[in-house]
């Protein structure tokens, strides 16, 4: 890494340098509060993602348990008939949204009520089962909602940490480097044209 800029000592590059340095400043403390807002709603998605991810594992549990129990009494081979032509039981929409320069999707799913599909050879656990089973599918969509939109958060975060490191321990430690040296430059230019001018006096007189 460079201590400083390669920049000619000039008052014309001082004073574009330390326009430069405010812009960065300013961009450091945009990001460190992007950086900031971005933690909290990781933290927020991290704690709806383990409520829905237990509530979910609870629906499947619930559904398989009454699969199982509607497999004893109408056996397998008939659910597997009623299967194929078994009506929808959910409608969902994929939506794009975004929060913090990040996309993810909403998804908006909804039950559809129950329709019937025979009476022949069924049990009523069957409803329970295909209740169960759309109850799952919600909770499951809403999980892989708020997974994905916990990953792109937190690649965000990851991102805006890295611009936020460099911009504090790298663009802007070199500016204010290369300021200091300018300066330096330029008061010592000054030092020695008063010498001149002092040394040329004292020859006149």
């Known amino acids: 890494m460079r201590e400083r800029l390669n920049i000619p000592p000039t008052k014309s590059s001082l004073l574009d340098l330390k326009q430069k340095l405010i812009f960065l400043n300013e961009g450091f403390r945009l990001l ?6 971005l933690t909290r709603l990781v933290y927020e998605k991290l704690k709806e993602y383990r409520q829905l991810n237990q509530s979910a594992r609870d629906t499947m549990a619930n559904a398989y348990r009454w699969l ?3 497999q004893m009494r109408m056996g397998s081979n008939r659910i597997q008939q009623l299967a194929v032509g078994m009506p929808e039981a959910v409608e969902a929409k994929i939506l794009p949204r975004r929060n913090m320069s ?43 909602e708020v997974e994905t939109t916990l990953w792109r958060l937190l690649e965000e975060q990851r991102k805006t940490q890295k611009r936020v490191n460099a911009l504090k321990y790298n ?14 430059s330029l008061e010592e230019e000054e030092r020695n044209s008063l010498f001149q001018l002092k040394v040329l006096g004292e020859r006149s007189a």
């Open 68 to 70: 199982s129990i509607t």
């Open 171 to 184: 663009v802007i430690p070199r500016y204010e480097r290369t300021i200091d040296y300018v300066e330096s």
């Open 32 to 37: 460190e509060r992007k950086r900031e807002l």
């Open 102 to 144: 990040v996309q993810y999707p909403s998804v908006q799913i909804s039950k559809l009520p129950l329709q019937p599909v025979g009476t022949f050879g069924t049990d009523a656990s069957l409803d329970e089962t295909r209740s169960s089973f759309t109850d799952m599918v919600v909770k499951t969509a809403k999980l892989a």
